[in-house]
C-alpha cells in the first residue's frame, strides 16, 4: 500500500507539474487555506490529542505556518533564481552560476509534540523547491492526524501530497522505498534507525532531533524576569519541547530566589490548581507519563510535584539540589519537571555542558556581556538565546536544527528550501575561443604549462591584498582625472 | 604505530583544548599546507607518477595547482567566513541581535580515493582546518607511493596533535568506521558509501560523500565540430579517463557520430602523437586488477572498437579507445566505465537522449554540447545532476566558486571553496535578548486571552516586504 502511495508520488513528480513556480505558489495558498479555514477543527483535534489551550494552538502551531507560507510565497522567485558564482579568468566570458532544483520525492516524519508544524513547516519547503512529498503524521497524536489525511487531499494536489497515517509497521514499510530526500523530527534512537535505512539507498536526511538543553541563570542578572521566561518555555505544552529549557545550572546562593520566582510565576500563569486551568498541558499518553515520573523518584521536589494518572496530569514540578548522576539527568525529560542542578563557577557550567551531547539549544541568562561571550565560545549547540527561551525558532532567517546528537542539517524559511533543494552547478560555455584552451591540452611544453597555470589560478581574482592594491590606485588615478578635469572646467577662459 | 584508538584520542583531546579555534591558528596550518606543495612539488610528482604514470602536465594542473589555488582562497577568506553573518530582524526584534555563527564540528574523517590521490584528500583538509576542527585522514591505499608520501609529510608541516594521516586497506577502514566522528568526508563508489552511510548512522555522524557514476554527454544540433572534439577528447582521456566527472559515454545522431569521428581521431593524434604508448602526456590505469576490468568489460562488449584498443598488460597501458554500435543493456553501459573507453550510444531526437538521461541515475556531471543555446537550456532543464557544463568537460569543478558535489546516487553534500569550510562547520543561530520590553513580551504568557492573541497576531502579520522574519513576539 505504502510502495503503491510513493510510486504515485513519483509518478506525479515525473510528470514535472511542481515544477513551474506557479503551481509551487499555488499549493502554498491551498494550505494557507486548508489552516485558516480549519483552525476550529484543529484546535479540537489538539485539545484531544494534548489538552492544547485554544489560544496555544494558533500562537505555537499556526501563526507560524502562516507566516512561513507568506514567506515562502512572496519570496518563491528569488529562491528559485539562479544564483550568479564567481568565476576565473579563463571563464570570463561563461555564464557561471548555482541552479537550486528538486530532488524528486520527499519523506516527511512527523512529531507528536507539535503534529501541525512539525509535519507542515518541512511541507512548505517541500513544495515551495518543487518536489513531491509523502507526509507521514506521527500516530501519537492521534486526531490531528486523522484530521490531516482527510483534509490535505481536499486542498493540495494528492498524488503529488499524499498522507500516509498509520504506527511502527508502516514506517518501517516506508522507509524500505526510496526517496530522495528523508526529513524526520524526533527522537535520538529512531533517528539512527531512520539514517540507517536512507542509508540503503543513498538517500540524503534532515534530523531535528532533541537532547537536554541546558538553561544557565548567571548570578548577574535579572532573575524575575528570567523565571518568568523560563517558566513561559518549559510548562508550554506541558514541557513536551524538543527546545524547552531541560534544566537549570545556577550558583547556589541564588537557588532559593530562582525557586521562589518559579513559584510566583507558575501561580500567576496557571493559577492555585494548575489541573484546572484550561492553558496548562496534559501529556500525551500512560507510557511518557509514567516515564516522566519515574525521573523525578529520588529528587526533591521544591515546588508542585502533584499528579493524576486519570488525566494524564503532571503538576508543574520544579526539584532542587539535583544530583548530576541521577536518573533525570540521563535523558531529555520531556515533561514539566524542572531540575535545578548547582554550580558555583563558570567555567565549571561551561564543562558541565560539554560533557555531555551537544544539545539542541542552549540558553544563558546574564547581563555580564564576559560571561555570555564565554558560554558562547566555549560551548555548542544547535542554537543559542541569551536572556530568553525557544524565541529563536521564531525568526525565519536563523537556520533552525541540531549538532551531533541533536541533529543533523537545518530548516525554517529559506532554509528548508535550501534542505529540500539540489543546488546544481552550471557552467554554460560556448565553443568559441578555442585557442584559449590550447594552454591546456598536451602535448606539454614548458610555455604551455606556464600559460595554463596562469589561466587557471585563481589567485589574481582573489587576493584581497591585491583587489585592495587595484582599488586604492585607480581611486587615485580617477580622482586625480577628475581634478584635472575641474581644472579645466573651471578655468577662466583666456581673455 | 600508534594506534587508531590513541590517534583519535589525542585528536579529540587537542580539539577540547581550543587550539584550533583561534584564526591565526588555522591560518598558520592553512600556510604550512601551502609551504608542504611549494616545497614537494618534485617529490609529490614522482610520487604520482609511480602510481598512476601521471602525466607532470596533468599533475601540474588538477593536483597541485589545484589544491594550491584552493587553500590561497580559503586563506585570503578565512577572516570572513568566520565572521557572524547578521540576519534581518522585524519590528518585534528589532532591539535583538540574531545572527548566524559558524563553529567546528570537532574531529573529522577524510578519506580519499586513488584517481586524484592528493586532490580529494587535501581539499577537504583545508576546509577542516578553516573551519576550526582536527582532522584524521585515509588516503587511498591503492596510490601506495603518493599514501606514504602523505604519511611522511603531514606530520612535518602541520600541527601532529591535531592532524594525523592513517594508512591501511579496507580492513584498517572498517576499524576505523568504529569509532566515533563529528563528521565523515568520503569519495569513491556507491557500494561502500553504503556501508559508510550504515557505520555513521550508528554515531548519527553527518556525511559527505563524493562518489561517481556515468556522466552523460549530449552532443547535439548545430556545433562547431573540431572543437567540440577537443575538448571531449581532452576531458575523457585526461588521467587515462580516471576521472568521476569524466564524460562517460556520448550521445548524439548517426551523422553526428560519423563526424565526430574524424575529429576525435585528429584531436588524439595533435595531443598523443602517432605513438601514443610514448607520449609522456598520457597516463596509465592503476593496477592490474583495474586494468582487468576493464579489458574484461571491452571483451563482454557488443559493440565495435573504431578507436584505439590496443593494449599492453606490462604497462597496464590501455589505448584512448572510441566504441560505437552498442545497445543499452552492453556490458559498458551497466557500471561506471572509469577509464579511457568511449562509447557512443546513437539517438534519434534530443527527446530520446533526455529520456535515455532520465532512466538511470543521477550523474555527478552532465555534459551537453551544441552552438544552439535553446537545445543546451532545454538538456538543463529537463535533467538533474550533481554539476553541469555545456561545450566543455571537467572545467567546472576548477572553479572555487562552484560547489563541486553530487545528487541521488552520485553523492551527497558538496565542497571546494567556501563550501568545503560551511561542510566542516555547524550553523549555530543565535539570538541575543534584552531585558526590556517585558511587558510587550508578557502578551505571550499565559493566562491567555483573545485581546493578547489578537495584538500578536497583529504584530506578526506585518505586511510589508522585508519585515516578515519573526512570526511571534
Not at chain 1, 175 to 183: E, K, V, Y
Not at chain 1, 310 to 316: K, L, V
Not at chain 1, 398 to 423: A, C, E, I, W
Not at chain 2, 151 to 175: H, N, W
Request: with cysteine; aromatic share 8%; net charge neutral.
Amino acid at each position: 500500500m505504502e510502495k503503491l502511495t510513493v510510486d504515485e508520488a513519483r509518478k506525479a513528480f515525473s510528470s514535472g507539474r511542481s515544477r513551474p513556480l506557479q503551481y509551487r505558489k499555488q499549493q502554498l495558498r491551498a494550505l494557507l487555506r486548508l489552516i485558516t479555514e480549519h483552525q476550529a477543527d484543529i484546535t479540537a483535534a489538539l485539545k484531544q490529542d494534548l489538552n492544547r489551550s485554544e489560544f496555544d494552538t494558533p500562537l505555537f502551531e499556526l501563526i507560524g505556518l502562516e507566516h512561513e507560507i507568506k514567506v515562502a510565497e512572496k519570496e518563491l522567485s528569488d529562491w528559485a533564481s539562479p544564483q550568479p558564482a564567481r568565476k576565473s579568468l579563463v571563464t570570463i566570458n561563461d555564464d557561471v552560476y548555482i541552479q537550486a532544483e528538486p530532488l524528486g520525492v520527499v519523506l516527511i516524519i512527523g512529531a507528536w509534540n507539535y503534529p501541525w508544524a512539525l509535519t507542515l513547516q518541512p511541507l512548505i519547503g517541500a513544495i515551495a523547491a518543487g518536489n513531491a512529498a509523502v507526509v507521514k503524521p506521527s500516530e501519537l497524536s492521534q486526531n490531528s492526524s486523522s484530521l490531516l489525511k482527510q483534509l490535505l487531499p481536499h486542498y493540495l494536489d494528492k498524488e503529488m501530497y499524499p498522507v500516509v497515517t498509520g504506527g511502527v509497521p508502516e514506517t518501517q514499510e516506508l522507509l524500505r522505498q526510496c526517496f530522495d530526500h528523508i526529513f524526520y523530527t524526533g527522537n535520538s534512537t529512531v533517528g539512527k534507525l531512520i539514517m540507517e535505512a536512507a542509508a540503503r539507498h543513498l538517500t540524503p536526511v534532515t534530523l531535528e532531533l532533541g537532547g537536554k538543553s541546558p538553561c544557565y541563570i548567571d548570578k548577574n542578572c535579572d532573575i524575575a524576569v528570567a523565571c518568568r521566561r523560563i517558566t513561559w518555555g518549559k510548562f508550554a505544552n506541558c514541557g513536551q519541547t524538543c527546545i524547552a529549557p531541560d534544566y537549570i545550572l545556577c550558583h547556589p546562593s541564588i537557588q532559593n530566589k530562582v525557586i521562589e520566582e518559579l513559584r510566583l510565576t507558575l501561580l500567576e500563569f496557571y493559577g492555585e490548581e494548575p489541573q484546572t486551568s484550561p492553558d496548562y498541558g496534559r501529556i500525551i499518553n500512560q507510557r511518557h507519563f509514567e516515564r516522566v515520573l519515574t525521573l523525578m523518584e529520588g529528587c526533591t521536589v521544591a515546588v508542585g510535584g502533584g499528579s493524576d494518572k486519570t488525566q494524564c496530569y503532571i503538576a508543574p514540578t520544579v526539584l532542587r539540589d539535583v544530583l548530576p548522576h541521577s536518573r533525570i539527568m540521563q535523558e531529555e525529560i520531556f515533561g514539566p519537571v524542572l531540575p535545578i542542578i548547582s554550580i558555583s563557577d563558570v567555567s565549571e557550567v561551561i564543562h558541565f555542558i560539554n560533557e555531555r551531547e551537544k544539545p539542541l539549544a542552549l540558553y544563558v541568562f546574564s547581563s555580564d556581556k564576559k560571561v555570555i561571550k564565554r558560554m558562547l565560545n566555549e560551548t555548542t549547540s544547535g542554537g543559542v538565546v541569551v536572556n530568553d527561551v525557544m524565541m529563536h525558532y521564531t525568526v525565519t532567517s536563523l537556520p533552525f536544527g541540531g549538532v551531533g546528537n541533536s541533529g543533523m542539517g537545518r530548516y525554517h524559511g529559506k532554509h528548508t528550501f535550501d534542505q529540500l533543494s539540489h543546488h546544481r552547478a552550471c557552467l554554460i560555455k560556448s565553443l568559441a575561443m578555442e585557442s584559449l584552451n590550447k594552454a591546456r591540452y598536451p602535448p606539454l611544453t614548458p610555455s604551455r604549462l606556464r600559460r595554463a597555470k596562469f589561466f587557471m589560478t585563481s589567485r589574481l581574482c582573489t587576493c584581497a591584498q591585491a583587489t585592495c592594491a587595484w582599488a586604492v590606485i585607480a581611486t587615485m588615478l580617477a580622482l586625480g582625472l577628475l581634478i584635472a578635469l575641474l581644472i579645466v572646467l573651471l578655468k577662466d577662459p583666456v581673455a | 604505530m600508534e594506534s587508531q584508538k590513541k590517534v583519535i584520542e589525542r585528536l579529540r583531546a587537542a580539539f577540547r583544548s581550543g587550539v584550533t579555534i583561534p584564526q591565526h591558528f588555522r591560518l598558520t596550518q592553512l600556510k604550512a599546507l601551502l609551504s608542504l606543495l611549494e616545497e614537494n612539488e618534485t617529490q609529490i610528482l614522482e610520487a604520482m607518477h609511480k602510481d598512476l604514470a601521471k602525466p607532470k602536465f596533468e599533475a601540474v594542473l588538477s593536483e597541485i595547482d589545484l589544491v594550491v589555488n584552493d587553500v590561497c582562497f580559503a586563506i585570503n577568506n578565512l577572516h570572513s567566513w568566520m565572521q557572524p553573518n547578521y540576519v534581518g530582524t522585524n519590528l518585534a526584534t528589532k532591539l535583538d541581535d540574531c545572527f548566524v555563527r559558524r563553529e567546528p564540528l570537532g574531529v573529522v574523517l577524510i578519506i580519499g580515493a586513488w584517481n586524484y590521490p592528493l586532490q580529494l584528500i587535501l581539499l577537504p583538509l583545508i576546509g577542516a582546518i578553516a573551519a576550526g576542527n582536527c582532522a584524521l585522514m585515509k588516503p587511498s591505499e591503492i596510490s601506495a607511493a603518493t599514501e606514504k608520501l602523505l604519511a611522511d609529510l603531514i606530520p612535518r608541516y602541520l600541527s601532529q596533535e591535531c592532524f594525523a594521516v592513517m594508512c591501511g586497506g579496507a580492513e584498517e577502514t572498517k576499524q576505523l568506521l568504529e569509532n566515533r566522528f563529528d563528521h565523515i568526508f568520503y569519495t569513491g563508489s556507491q557500494a561502500v558509501a553504503r556501508s559508510i552511510l550504515q557505520a555513521a548512522a550508528v554515531h548519527l555522524t553527518p556525511v559527505t560523500l563524493e562518489l561517481g557514476g556515468k556522466c552523460p554527454c549530449l552532443i547535439y544540433g548545430r556545433l562547431d565540430i573540431k572543437a567540440a572534439a577537443k575538448r571531449l577528447v581532452w576531458a575523457k582521456y585526461f588521467n587515462a579517463g580516471q576521472s568521476c566527472v569524466a564524460p562517460d559515454y556520448v550521445l548524439c545522431t548517426v551523422e553526428m557520430r560519423d563526424a565526430l569521428l574524424p575529429a576525435i581521431t585528429q584531436a588524439i593524434e595533435e595531443f598523443y602523437g602517432s605513438q601514443i604508448q610514448k607520449s609522456v602526456d598520457y597516463g596509465r590505469i592503476v593496477t592490474d586488477r583495474h586494468w582487468d576490468r576493464l579489458i574484461d568489460l571491452l571483451g563482454k562488449s557488443e559493440g565495435k572498437v573504431v578507436i584505439g584498443g590496443e593494449i599492453d598488460k606490462e604497462e597496464k597501458y590501455f589505448a584512448p579507445t572510441v566504441i560505437i554500435d552498442l545497445q543499452e543493456s552492453d556490458a559498458l553501459m551497466q557500471e561506471e566505465i572509469f577509464g579511457p573507453i568511449l562509447p557512443i550510444i546513437t539517438i534519434e531526437s534530443l527527446e530520446q537522449g533526455i529520456n535515455f538521461i532520465n532512466q538511470r541515475e543521477k550523474p555527478l556531471a552532465l555534459y551537453a554540447f551544441s552552438d544552439e543555446p535553446q537545445i543546451v537550456t532545454t538538456v538543463l532543464e529537463r535533467t538533474s545532476s550533481g554539476g553541469f557544463c555545456s561545450n566543455d568537460g571537467i572545467v567546472h569543478m576548477t572553479l572555487p566558486g562552484l560547489p563541486f558535489g553530487g545528487v541521488g546516487a552520485s553523492g551527497m553534500g558538496s565542497y571546494h571553496g567556501r563550501w568545503t569550510f560551511e561542510t566542516f562547520s555547524h550553523r549555530r543561530g543565535c539570538m541575543f535578548r534584552g531585558w526590556g520590553l517585558e511587558r510587550i513580551g508578557a502578551l505571550r504568557y499565559p493566562p491567555y486571552k483573545e485581546s493578547n492573541l489578537s495584538w500578536l497576531r497583529w504584530a506578526t502579520t506585518a505586511k510589508k516586504k522585508g519585515w516578515g522574519e519573526c512570526s511571534v513576539l
